[in-house]
């Protein structure tokens, strides 16, 4: 397995350019099963999580090329049963559900697993299913939908935490095929779903609201093939702003959406760091005295989740407490411990981490547990002192493109191995 080494305490300095959003992309790619014209994605990331929803869409029959950045997909004939052991293995390949069952009239789909950050139910997605009136059952561990014809409703996507990201993206993917008009009241707000309806909207869906907690879907009897350049990763972009003020550097980031970046922003401001945001381009000019702050992680336009794990990693820098609540999934926490190896000083309570900051870090062999845990163990190895070895890389892989050789580009000194 692969593992990064890092030797810190370099300030990063320079341009790195932000590359098409993971989330925004696999809800996009499912979305090409919902016609039998040919699509083409543009601004796709080179990530292992692209390619493995590139195995699920050819194991369905679609045919599917990545070049450069650019995918092509021609769902022209599919079926309705995705391979069992793929589907269960990517959380986001979920999404494909309600495509499915709107071209298919029904889909069957592994039910996907827990995860390392928290069980992850699926029933806001089957409810938002059975309200367009599909029959639903788990059986042999397959979650089986069906109907003959979708039809239009109103329904009430919220959960006990809020909206649902990709429960959103499966129902309003269902109703544009549906019959008549759907009304998602709690949509999920996150740029992704807007990106999403963009795409559809150029298949030929017909969607108001998206972007707001109201969505307007009036079924269409086909939708055609269409071509999208996907949004720019605002999660990879908060890591690189953190990892920048993390080592006191200097840091443009390009081709970026610093309006999708306002909840992380303003944590920034309040931590001291300094920058300048200005079109498509966000500078972070020094993070020289890092202050604690408190954040809660919500739903879009709150703080995100995803980056969660890379504030708590700066604010190992600021002198005091700072208290991080994660609100969205439980145990989210893997990082404190990992964390902790290199000196960190974290307690969980309940859904809070209390950081007291300011403690000496050094370098230590950690291991990633997931994808965001993983950027928030290479920001700490970027400000130790001495040699971090990050072990399961792999994890890292799945969200971010070449992020050895981003953060090589900015001065830092680190070295793709393997784990020993
Ligand atoms: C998406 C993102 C993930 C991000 C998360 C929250 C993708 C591929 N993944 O995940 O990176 O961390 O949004 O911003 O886009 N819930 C239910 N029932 C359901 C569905 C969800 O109770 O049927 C709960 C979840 O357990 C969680 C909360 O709702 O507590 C939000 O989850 P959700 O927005 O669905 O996350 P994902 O869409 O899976």
């Not at 370099?10 to 932000?18: C, R, S």
């Not at 997931?370 to 399961?392: F, H, P, Y």
């Not at 890292?396 to 493109?401: A, C, F, N, S």
């Amino acid at each position: 397995m692969d593992t990064f080494i890092i030797k810190g305490g370099v300030p990063l300095y320079g341009e790195v350019a932000i590359s098409g959003a993971k989330n925004a992309v696999l809800p996009i790619l499912a979305a090409t099963l919902l016609t039998s014209e040919p699509c083409v994605i543009r601004r796709v990331p080179n990530l292992s999580d692209v390619h493995f929803m590139g195995r699920i869409l050819r194991s369905l029959g679609a045919s599917f090329s990545y070049e450069n950045g650019m995918v092509a997909v021609h769902a022209n004939r599919i079926k309705a049963r995705g391979d069992y052991d793929l589907i269960r293995k990517m959380r986001g390949s979920i999404c494909i559900l309600g495509p499915l069952l709107a071209r298919k009239g029904k889909a069957n789909v592994s039910m996907p697993g827990g995860c390392i950050i928290g069980t992850r139910p699926i029933d806001l997605h089957l409810k938002g299913l059975k309200a367009l009136s599909a029959e639903v059952k788990v059986r042999e561990g397959y979650v089986q939908v069906e109907a003959k014809q979708l039809k239009g409703t109103e329904v009430f996507l919220g959960g006990r935490v809020g909206p649902t990201v990709l429960g959103t993206a499966n129902i309003m993917m269902a109703a544009t095929l549906a019959e008549g008009v759907t009304i998602i009241e709690s949509a999920a707000c996150e740029p992704e779903i807007v990106d999403l309806a963009h795409f559809l909207i150029a298949m030929g869906a017909k969607i108001q609201g998206a972007g707001t907690p109201r969505m307007t879907i009036t079924g269409v009897n086909k939708l055609h093939g269409a071509e999208h350049d996907v949004i720019p990763d605002r999660i990879e972009a908060a890591t690189y702003a953190i990892a920048a003020a993390a080592t006191n550097g200097e840091v443009t980031l390009k081709d970026m959406r610093c309006d999708h970046l306002a909840a992380v922003l303003d944590k920034l401001k309040e931590a001291g760091v300094q920058f300048e945001a200005k079109g498509t381009s966000l500078k972070i000019l020094s993070g020289g005295n890092i202050q604690p702050v408190d954040v809660s992680t919500q739903p879009y336009t709150g703080f995100p989740t995803d980056a969660q794990a890379q504030l708590m990693a700066l604010m190992l820098k600021a002198p005091g407490l700072s208290i991080i609540t994660e609100r969205i999934f439980e145990s989210r926490f893997m990082h404190a411990n990992e964390l902790a190896r290199l000196g960190a000083d974290i307690a969980i309570e309940g859904p809070s981490a209390i950081v007291r900051g300011g403690m000496p870090l050094s370098g230590a062999k950690v291991m990633a547990s997931d994808l965001r845990a993983s950027a928030a163990l290479v920001i700490a190895g970027l400000m130790c002192e001495g040699r971090t070895q990050v072990n399961r890389i792999y994890h890292l892989d799945r969200g971010y493109e070449v992020m050895d050789k981003k953060l090589r580009s900015l001065g830092a000194r680190v070295k793709r191995g393997k784990e020993s």
